[in-house]
Structure formats: structure tokens, C-alpha cells
């Protein structure tokens, strides 16, 4: 079973409107973390947000929010006032505590998402 | 600024050659990792280090191998390189413990074999 899943390969949004990228997670361990990842199409992987599962309050970055759904296991990235700088690629991913300290992230298979002018 | 450096962003290399692709980092991070990132497949672990001179084998190593001799630099070697070797190599690495801290990742190295 996949432990991430993105439901949406591709999406489009208008510029100026907020949109909502899709994250679901599996797993049975009580403490994980969770994390965006935004990549353009130069390829570099840029950090945008992290949600640990003990986290009372849903993360914010500036224009990005996590919506943390503990009981759905979801974690769905919103964006507010789309920019065209926004086109990219975007991974979530999950830190396991018990696959240990070293803090490997399982990533999803990304959502491509365009903004319209 | 934290920074991930690949050695190379784009390689071309023939069936059965054996390819180095180096990162280095400068902020003395314990935990190193290469990841392969092909479409519609998200990024795999190929291996981690979590210090000097060890190593573990991620979720897809067959077909690799890594070094890290010294802190700051870890190798991905392809011993003998095979078209379906074709891909985005990411390093990343990150500091301490624990379930938070992000990953610094390097701008990527796209590799083709021929």
C-alpha cells in the first residue's frame, strides 16, 4: 500500500484564486511528521511546510496552509492568491519516527499544478 | 544559506560505465541521502548515511552503491550503468533527530544513459 497518496496528477488554477493539492498518508506510528515540497521546473526541491502529528494548530507559511486531518489521515496543502510563479510540481511527504533517526521522508508522486493568467 | 551541492546537473553516459555522481554539503549535517525521481514515481530512497563511513540501503539500491568518507560528501556510484539508470538523481541531507526537520536538497543531476 502506497504510504502517500496524490490523488490529482495534474490541476489548473486561475491566478488570484486559492487551491487545494490532495494528501493522504497510512501509517500506524503515533509521531510523524508531515511536509510539502515545491519543484519548479529547474528541478530544485524547495520546503514549504511541515505538520508534526501532535500539532494542535494547522501549519501556515505566508500564502501556504496545511489542512491537517488526523482522523482522515490528510494533510492537503492550500494555496491562497495564486501567483503564475506558483507552476510547479509539489511532493508530500512523511517522516516515520520508528524507520529511526536518520529521518528518511516518503514522498507521493507529485501534483503538477499551472496557473492561469 | 544552507547549501547541497551536485557535482554535475547533467550527464550523458554509455551502457556499462561506471558513473560517480558526488554531493557535498555545507552544514555539517549527520544524515545524507540520494534519491531517484522519475515521472509519475515521486522520489525513492536509493541509500542514506547517517555518519561518516555508514551507509543503508534505501528502498530501491539494487544497481548502486554509495561512500562517505568524510562528512560533507556523499557518493552514489553506479558501477555499471544501465539504460533504465536513466533518471533525476536528488541528494539531501539534514541535521539531528527526531520526526521534524525538512531536507535540504541539491539542485538534482540528470543522468542518461545511452
Known amino acids: 500500500a502506497q504510504k502517500i497518496t496524490q490523488t490529482q496528477p495534474g490541476m489548473f488554477v486561475q491566478e488570484k484564486e486559492a487551491v487545494t493539492l490532495d494528501c493522504t498518508y497510512d501509517?500506524?506510528?503515533?509521531?510523524?511528521?508531515l511536509f510539502w515540497y515545491k519543484q519548479p521546473s529547474s528541478g530544485e526541491m524547495i520546503f514549504l511546510i511541515y505538520?508534526?502529528?501532535?500539532?494542535?494548530q494547522n501549519a501556515t507559511e505566508g500564502r501556504y496552509s496545511l489542512n491537517f486531518q488526523k482522523a482522515r489521515k490528510s494533510a492537503n496543502l492550500v494555496i491562497s492568491a495564486s501567483q503564475l510563479g506558483d507552476s510547479a510540481m509539489y511532493f508530500c511527504?512523511?517522516?516515520?519516527?520508528?524507520?529511526?533517526?536518520?529521518?528518511?521522508?516518503?514522498f507521493g508522486k507529485g501534483t503538477k499544478l499551472s496557473v492561469k493568467p | 544559506d544552507v547549501k547541497v551541492t551536485q557535482s554535475s546537473r547533467y550527464l550523458v553516459k554509455r551502457t556499462g560505465e561506471k558513473v560517480f555522481l558526488e554531493c557535498v554539503q555545507d552544514?555539517?549535517?549527520?544524515?545524507m541521502f540520494w534519491y531517484r525521481q522519475d515521472p509519475g514515481l515521486g522520489l525513492r530512497l536509493i541509500y542514506f548515511?547517517?555518519?561518516?563511513?555508514?551507509?543503508e540501503k534505501g528502498d530501491i539500491p539494487e544497481g548502486y552503491s554509495v561512500s562517505r568518507e568524510k562528512k560533507e560528501r556523499f557518493s552514489l556510484i553506479l558501477e555499471s550503468a544501465s539504460t533504465n539508470q536513466t533518471s533525476m538523481y536528488l541528494c539531501?541531507?539534514?541535521?539531528?533527530?527526531?520526526?521534524?526537520?525538512?531536507?535540504?536538497f541539491g539542485e538534482g543531476s540528470r543522468l542518461t544513459v545511452l
Open positions: 501509517t500506524s506510528d503515533p509521531s510523524y511528521g
Open positions: 552544514m555539517d549535517h549527520e544524515n
Open positions: 548515511s547517517y555518519d561518516v563511513k555508514m551507509k
Open positions: 505538520q508534526g502529528s501532535y500539532d494542535q
Open positions: 539531501a541531507s539534514r541535521e539531528g533527530q527526531g520526526v521534524g526537520g525538512e531536507l535540504f
Open positions: 511527504a512523511m517522516r516515520e519516527v520508528w524507520r529511526g533517526s536518520q529521518g528518511n521522508l516518503i
